[in-house]
């Protein structure tokens, strides 16, 4: 399934109108968890425009891919796609956090369409995701279970007792991620809790490893295809390297940007930055394609 440069730019233009979107969600919201938004933003676009088997008109079709959205604080993200996929009506991203919204901070699984799990309580995304791994091979059913995580979240130490769990049950159908952008919500992981050697920790626990660049489409999707064909009796782990705030430049790599305001002229200085971003990313696509 290797991505064409069609489908490569395609990809890019959805990522950048989802940037976008979550931008206007925070704009709407007043605030909210921007940083970490914007960093799995290439991640969520090419689960749900490429890999992801889903029914937009039968949501809880038994046989379609599990998604887990353990860092559950990125619904800021997660809301905008799900969105635009179908699954709900853009109108209630102008309501997301406000009161009375079905739309909370962190998406209740009984009030979105799409949600297959409630998260945002750190440190449950990769042990519900191993049950519903599991829960296929009991069913005899094919679909994916795919999970992203935050590094700092990687803290929990429930994460490392499902990795060991996971590896245990050779749970082959699960796919997880961690977005690695090194940041958490007061500070740099390395200065917070050191999580170095990252890949290592995942591969004593018996996951088959991959450390790619996490805000780079093509690297994304081949370590999906290489997860996909995996012949070993290892769960798949990949460590995205990504950039807190990805797009906005006055975001970027910034912690302090976890969770942010946004006014008219921040709002308008981001959305310059994404226009900008985009060219960018359009340029590597024509540099870098096959
Ligand atoms: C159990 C739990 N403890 C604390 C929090 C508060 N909290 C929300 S986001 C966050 C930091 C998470 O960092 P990371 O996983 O790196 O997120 P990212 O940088 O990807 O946004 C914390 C501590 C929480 N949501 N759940």
């Known amino acids: 399934m290797s991505l064409t440069k069609a489908e490569w730019l395609a990809l890019e233009k959805k990522a950048y109108e989802l940037r976008t979107l979550c ?8 605030s909210g968890h921007i940083g970490g938004g914007m960093s799995c933003m290439d991640l969520l676009t090419v689960l ?9 008109d039968e949501p809880n079709w038994p046989d379609r891919d599990r998604f887990v959205l353990s860092k559950g604080h990125a619904g800021i993200a997660y809301a905008p796609v799900l969105c635009d996929y179908g699954f709900n009506d853009p109108e209630m991203l102008k309501t997301f956090n406000l009161s ?16 297959d799990a ?12 191993l049950g519903m791994a599991l ?19 990687c803290d929990e130490g429930s994460n490392w007792e499902a990795a060991m769990a996971a590896s245990n049950f050779k749970a082959t159908n699960l ?4 977005d690695r952008n090194g940041c958490m919500i007061d500070g740099k992981t390395e200065d917070v809790m050191k999580l170095e050697p990252f890949a290592d920790k995942w591969a004593a626990f018996g996951m088959e490893v991959r450390s790619i660049d996490g805000n780079n489409i093509k690297e994304i999707c081949d370590a999906i295809d290489e997860a996909l064909a995996n012949e070993s009796d290892k769960p798949f782990m990949i460590i995205l390297n990504t950039v807190k705030g990805e797009g906005i430049d006055f975001m970027e790599g910034d912690y302090t940007w976890h969770y942010g305001a ?9 959305k310059a ?9 359009l340029a590597r696509v024509e540099k870098e394609a096959e």
């Open 23 to 30: 931008l206007d969600t925070t704009s709407w919201a007043g």
């Open 48 to 56: 749900y425009h490429k890999y992801l088997h889903l029914r937009v």
């Open 100 to 115: 009375g919204s079905k739309m909370g901070i962190h998406l209740d699984a009984n009030k979105v369409v799409g949600v």
């Open 118 to 129: 409630s998260t945002g309580s750190l440190g449950h995304g990769l042990p519900m995701a």
């Open 135 to 153: 829960a296929a091979r009991v069913q005899g059913k094919d679909y994916k279970t795919y999970v992203l995580l935050g590094d700092g979240e």
């Open 175 to 178: 796919i997880s991620f961690v």
């Open 262 to 270: 946004i006014n008219e002229e921040k709002y308008a200085d981001a």
């Open 273 to 281: 930055s994404l226009e900008k971003h985009y060219q960018k990313r």
